[in-house]
């Protein structure tokens, strides 16, 4: 009995293993081939990638913008005998990441203590690269120049090199809010931020090739294993609508003008309304995209789609046009009102010079500038019309422009609207705009009414096809009739209004100026102001639209003596670009 119960039990024990090792060769053989099949071709694979060439970006008349050249990655590999990480690194460090010289550099970079800040940052970086053993190939700075790869040499340091590509810009830093510029993701890869090269960074960067091929135990080719090639393909170029006579000639412009007028920054944007090409684009103070990292993040935004601000009297023309639209006033309409300071709710409100014209016609309301009048025209077109024009005209909404950092500023809803703020916003205050807004907007009044999306690219060309971007239009938003009209008040206040001895004479300019109070701590600053000019020429048959913006000029707090200047200035130019021959009789 004891043997036989000694024997049953060997036997189910041998039962029992075979079960087992049954159980986990099917869970290897079935279950888990697809993963062990993957680790086994990991481990006898080699994997390597292609970089593909990012498309450059050109002017409109083909000339680069922002090119390619040849760049190195930087690497060392790690031997019995290497020196300190410590001293490696504080070797290395100011070389790649601070190539250039810091001395008589301009106030918008970094100041020479915060570059010192980034050295000593990225030598900690590298110090804790080269002491992890765990690696054997250390990188140590990717897109390097010829001068940065000869620094590296003649350290001493047995430093090696491949082959790279590296963003060139031969305008230097003309537009370097419009193009963006070329950072890492968390793997390494080359992505494109802010402007052109974040909105386009699909069609830029292409596509890397992958070459698999099997290696051996010495982790060398095997020649007739298996091996698989995946093609590179390159990113496509982009043509932009940008002219690189005008954008050189509006930057010199507007450096000129914020030394002469004392402002903080400034922005000029030159579009034709009729197919919404940004023809030129500057912001002031900028930043170089070849060394971004040297500058404050803030610069790297473009002011003109990421920046919001009260409009003040520029936006003038767009209730108005409304108005006229819905014909509750017409040209002539005499202005009740205007004879002195008008009280709204708690509030009252004056003219901006604190005089006032009984019986003005609103369109001596616009001449004028008059915001009492302004007042009027609102309480005759009221909320329930104003904010569906509002809407068409694209406020609350993105312009469509093809760059990465355009934004919706923040805003009350439609219900949350009360009829004060329906008397501000008639003369621009109480709400925030975008520059490009402005621009699309009065560019639809240019266009007969039509409303254009504005678009810095003209064509996007790959290696077997060009697109050629259409013009995009958002609907008709007033009358050809009601365009007409305010056209015509806006050429009278170009002639005739407070900045009539900046216009250029000869021409037919529609314009508007505008001056904003700066809300500061949730009041308006007596000393303060945003100062803008928006028009475009020549009346009739507009070749341009013209945005010029001026962030508290220091020499005046009136548009008509800082921005209109510049803008008449730059107008002066843009006719002449043209080929519009003045008329003396204008």
Same mark, same amino acid.
């Given at each position: 009995?004891?043997?036989?119960?000694?024997?049953?039990?060997?036997?189910?024990?041998?039962?029992?293993?075979?079960?087992?090792?049954?159980?986990?060769?099917?869970?290897?053989?079935?279950?888990?081939?697809?993963?062990?099949?993957?680790?086994?071709?990991?481990?006898?694979?080699?994997?390597?990638?292609?970089?593909?060439?990012?498309?450059?970006?050109?002017?409109?008349?083909?000339?680069?913008?922002?090119?390619?050249?040849?760049?190195?990655?930087?690497?060392?590999?790690?031997?019995?005998?290497?020196?300190?990480?410590?001293?490696?690194?504080?070797?290395?460090?100011?070389?790649?990441?601070?190539?250039?010289?810091?001395?008589?550099?301009?106030?918008?970079?970094?100041?020479?203590?915060?570059?010192?800040?980034?050295?000593?940052?990225?030598?900690?970086?590298?110090?804790?690269?080269?002491?992890?053993?765990?690696?054997?190939?250390?990188?140590?700075?990717?897109?390097?120049?010829?001068?940065?790869?000869?620094?590296?040499?003649?350290?001493?340091?047995?430093?090696?090199?491949?082959?790279?590509?590296?963003?060139?810009?031969?305008?230097?830093?003309?537009?370097?809010?419009?193009?963006?510029?070329?950072?890492?993701?968390?793997?390494?890869?080359?992505?494109?931020?802010?402007?052109?090269?974040?909105?386009?960074?699909?069609?830029?960067?292409?596509?890397?090739?992958?070459?698999?091929?099997?290696?051996?135990?010495?982790?060398?080719?095997?020649?007739?294993?298996?091996?698989?090639?995946?093609?590179?393909?390159?990113?496509?170029?982009?043509?932009?609508?940008? /002219?690189?006579?005008?954008?050189? @000639? *509006?930057?010199?412009?507007? +450096?000129?003008? =914020? $030394?002469?007028?004392?402002?903080?920054?400034?922005?000029?944007?030159?579009?034709?309304?009729?197919?919404?090409?940004?023809?030129?684009?500057?912001?002031?103070?900028?930043?170089?995209?070849?060394?971004?990292?040297?500058?404050?993040?803030?610069?790297?935004?473009?002011?003109?789609?990421?920046?919001?601000?009260?409009?003040?009297?520029?936006?003038?023309?767009?209730?108005?046009?409304?108005?006229?639209?819905?014909?509750?006033?017409?040209?002539?309409?005499?202005?009740?009102?205007?004879?002195?300071?008008?009280?709204?709710?708690?509030?009252?409100?004056?003219?901006?010079?604190?005089?006032?014209?009984?019986?003005?016609?609103?369109?001596?309301?616009?001449? /004028?500038?008059?915001?009492?009048? @302004? *007042?009027?025209?609102?309480? +005759?077109?009221? =909320? $329930?019309?104003?904010?569906?024009?509002?809407?068409?005209?694209?406020?609350?909404?993105?312009?469509?422009?093809?760059?990465?950092?355009?934004?919706?500023?923040?805003?009350?809803?439609?219900?949350?609207?009360?009829?004060?703020?329906?008397?501000?916003?008639?003369?621009?205050?109480?709400?925030?705009?975008?520059?490009?807004?402005?621009?699309?907007?009065?560019?639809?009044?240019?266009?007969?009414?039509?409303?254009?999306?504005?678009?810095?690219?003209?064509?996007?060309?790959?290696?077997?096809?060009?697109?050629?971007?259409?013009?995009?239009?958002?609907?008709?938003?007033?009358?050809?009739?009601?365009?007409?009209?305010?056209?015509?008040?806006?050429?009278?206040?170009?002639?005739?209004?407070?900045?009539?001895?900046?216009?250029?004479?000869?021409?037919?300019?529609?314009?508007?100026?505008?001056?904003?109070?700066?809300?500061?701590?949730?009041?308006?600053?007596?000393?303060?102001?945003?100062?803008?000019?928006?028009?475009?020429?020549?009346?009739?048959?507009?070749?341009?639209?013209?945005?010029?913006?001026?962030?508290?000029?220091?020499?005046?707090?009136?548009?008509?003596?800082?921005?209109?200047?510049?803008?008449?200035?730059?107008?002066?130019?843009?006719?002449?670009?043209?080929?519009?021959?003045?008329?003396?009789?204008?």
């Amino acid at each position: 009995m004891t043997g036989g119960w000694r024997l049953a039990v060997l036997s189910w024990s041998f039962l029992l293993a075979a079960g087992l090792l049954l159980g986990k060769l099917f869970y290897w053989q079935v279950l888990s081939s697809d993963r062990l099949l993957a680790l086994a071709q990991a481990q006898q694979q080699t994997t390597i990638e292609l970089p593909a060439r990012r498309g450059e970006i050109l002017f409109s008349d083909g000339s680069p913008l922002v090119a390619n050249q040849p760049g190195y990655l930087a690497y060392l590999i790690r031997e019995d005998d290497t020196d300190k990480p410590e001293a490696i690194a504080e070797t290395l460090a100011p070389i790649v990441f601070n190539s250039l010289t810091i001395s008589a550099t301009p106030s918008s970079q970094l100041s020479l203590s915060a570059v010192n800040e980034l050295i000593k940052a990225a030598a900690a970086a590298l110090t804790e690269r080269l002491a992890d053993l765990n690696f054997k190939w250390i990188p140590i700075g990717r897109k390097l120049n010829s001068a940065q790869k000869a620094k590296l040499e003649a350290t001493g340091y047995k430093i090696y090199f491949e082959d790279d590509q590296s963003r060139f810009y031969p305008e230097a830093s003309m537009a370097a809010h419009l193009t963006g510029f070329i950072g890492s993701n968390e793997k390494g890869t080359d992505l494109g931020y802010g402007g052109l090269e974040g909105y386009y960074q699909q069609d830029l960067a292409g596509r890397p090739g992958i070459v698999r091929q099997e290696k051996d135990a010495f982790n060398q080719p095997i020649l007739i294993g298996s091996y698989a090639l995946q093609e590179k393909k390159d990113g496509r170029q982009l043509t932009l609508n940008l /002219n690189k006579g005008l954008q050189f @000639m *509006v930057e010199k412009r507007l +450096k000129k003008a =914020l $030394d002469q007028y004392g402002a903080k920054a400034g922005s000029v944007t030159v579009m034709d309304p009729k197919t919404g090409a940004v023809l030129a684009m500057a912001s002031l103070p900028s930043f170089d995209a070849a060394e971004f990292n040297r500058y404050d993040p803030s610069l790297y935004l473009n002011p003109v789609v990421a920046e919001a601000f009260e409009p003040g009297s520029i936006f003038k023309v767009i209730i108005m046009a409304s108005a006229l639209d819905v014909q509750v006033v017409e040209p002539d309409t005499i202005c009740d009102i205007c004879s002195g300071p008008v009280k709204v709710d708690k509030y009252t409100i004056n003219t901006w010079n604190d005089e006032y014209r009984p019986n003005s016609t609103v369109t001596d309301v616009i001449i /004028n500038s008059d915001n009492v009048g @302004m *007042v009027f025209v609102g309480q +005759k077109l009221g =909320l $329930d019309k104003f904010l569906p024009y509002y809407h068409k005209f694209g406020f609350g909404d993105k312009t469509g422009i093809d760059l990465q950092d355009e934004v919706v500023p923040a805003g009350r809803t439609d219900g949350q609207w009360t009829f004060v703020d329906m008397a501000t916003a008639s003369f621009g205050q109480g709400f925030v705009a975008t520059g490009m807004q402005l621009l699309a907007a009065v560019g639809a009044i240019a266009n007969d009414g039509e409303l254009i999306a504005p678009q810095v690219v003209k064509s996007v060309t790959g290696p077997d096809q060009q697109l050629i971007l259409p013009v995009k239009s958002k609907g008709q938003v007033v009358s050809k009739e009601a365009a007409d009209q305010i056209t015509a008040m806006m050429v009278a206040a170009a002639k005739t209004g407070e900045a009539k001895w900046t216009a250029v004479p000869g021409y037919n300019i529609a314009g508007k100026t505008g001056t904003a109070q700066v809300a500061v701590g949730g009041k308006y600053s007596s000393e303060k102001t945003n100062a803008s000019f928006i028009g475009f020429a020549p009346a009739d048959n507009p070749k341009f639209v013209m945005l010029v913006t001026l962030k508290e000029p220091s020499s005046s707090p009136w548009a008509s003596e800082t921005a209109a200047p510049l803008w008449f200035q730059i107008s002066q130019e843009l006719l002449n670009h043209f080929n519009v021959v003045p008329n003396p009789n204008r």
